[in-house]
């Protein structure tokens, strides 16, 4: 008979991954209680979740969705779940490894909206930033073309004979 414990977490470890289309497998061993800690805070924060169980449940709770990640599930690992901005939370994880001289978290695969990927992908999406930087500078680079298009629209007028005209 399985253990009741490991049961729970299962059961706990379905739940977390239910609608999630992308988290992330990362190696965690080396890292402080107060770090681990830190970082739960700093995924958190980011809108995303830190589960730390057995490699064996991880696959297991995985391998319900389609999932196989048996490769990656060697030695200490975690899933950290990224519901609203995966560049966000993967800056995070990368900005918490560069923060100490062991690199940990390290990284050990991904998913991303529902696509496998290996640590390269994840590293290249670290370094885009987060969700709302990248929104902030698609709403710059719009508006800096819209200004641009009323200059030339307002050129326009004048060069017809409407500048006295109210637009």
């Known amino acids: ?37 830190k970082l739960r805070q700093d995924i958190r924060t980011k809108g995303g979740q830190l589960i730390v169980a057995k490699n064996t449940l991880i696959n297991l709770a995985l391998q319900d969705g389609g999932r196989d990640f048996a490769d990656a599930l060697q030695g200490p690992s975690a899933l950290v779940l990224a519901q609203d901005d995966p560049a966000g939370i993967a800056k995070t994880l990368s900005d918490a490894a560069k923060g100490n001289d062991r690199g940990i978290p390290a990284m050990k695969g991904g998913f991303v909206e529902g696509q496998r990927v290996d640590v390269r992908v994840i590293e290249r999406l670290a370094n885009l930033g987060s969700k709302q930087s990248l929104q902030g500078e698609f709403v710059g680079v719009l508006s800096a073309h819209l200004s641009n298009f009323v200059g030339i629209l307002e050129a326009y007028r004048e060069k017809l004979g409407g500048a006295t005209e109210a637009a």
């Open 1 to 37: 008979m399985a253990n009741e414990k490991n049961m729970q977490t299962l059961g706990s470890l379905r739940e977390s991954l239910t609608g999630v289309e992308t988290f992330y497998v990362v190696d965690y061993q080396g890292l402080t209680a107060g770090q681990l800690t």
